[in-house]
């Protein structure tokens, strides 16, 4: 049988660099799923070591076995959110950006980033907080995150333009920020939109069209 302690990665080790068993990594993802689900209940700055090990069912010294602190913890968090974040560009790397195709494409595009902000919005809301105040350990997630679909979709970007399709004067990585800060900040403010009654419907249909044109050259098509 294989040695579980063995085969633990590095960024599941304990605190004092121990490999847990198979029981203390139970304990550790029980501990991190807390976590999770208080951020999402209450406010950041309010979490506290005892509160997470008590609704884990655990004691504070337990929780210090694996965490230094609340903040470690949720790094942990970010860095599992951030390596899903992948899909996003390995959907525009696969995905025609033609006609009626490409147009379902930055459709798709849109749905995911929405669909994420969403699913992850309370580990969002830390990232984001901490890297405004300058925490290297969020700013890196957040960098991971968003590089790699800047990257694929600047990629795009300079395909069309070395076919021709887009001006010369287009420079793809610039449009490619400006259509990740687009996205995300769409995704992550879509509910203060909608309470100024702008659906969330009808971002999306202006973000593909947005997404489509800047890759394609083409005007969108029509519904």
């Known amino acids: 049988m294989a040695d579980i ?30 976590t999770a689900d208080m951020l999402g209940a209450g406010s950041y700055r309010e979490l506290k070591v005892v509160d997470i090990a008590r609704a884990a069912g655990t004691s504070p010294a337990t929780f210090y076995q694996y965490f230094a602190d609340v903040e470690s913890a949720v790094v942990v968090l970010a860095e599992e959110m951030a ?6 560009a390995d959907h525009v ?16 595009l849109v749905d995911e980033v929405i669909e994420f902000w969403e699913e992850h919005r309370s580990v969002l809301r830390v ?44 420079e793809p990585h610039a449009t490619a920020g400006v259509l990740v800060s687009m996205l ?28 489509y044109w800047s890759i394609s050259g083409q005007k969108p098509p029509s519904a």
């Open 127 to 170: 990232v984001d907080l901490a890297t405004d105040e300058g925490d290297a350990r969020f700013a890196n997630v957040r960098t991971r995150l968003l590089n790699d679909l800047n990257n694929a979709l600047a990629e795009a970007i300079g395909e069309m333009k070395a076919g021709g399709r887009l001006p010369d004067d287009v």
């Open 5 to 34: 302690a063995a085969e633990t990665p590095d960024e599941a080790r304990a605190a004092d660099g121990r490999r847990p068993g198979r029981r203390g990594l139970a304990t550790r993802q029980k501990l991190l799923d807390c």
């Open 83 to 88: 390596a899903q974040g992948k899909r996003f």
């Open 184 to 211: 995300v900040h769409v995704a992550a403010h879509r509910y203060g939109f909608e309470f100024w009654g702008v659906r969330t419907a009808d971002l999306r249909t202006s973000m593909a069209r947005i997404v």
């Open 93 to 108: 790397r696969t995905s025609p950006w033609r006609g009626r195709k490409g147009y379902a494409a930055a459709e798709g």
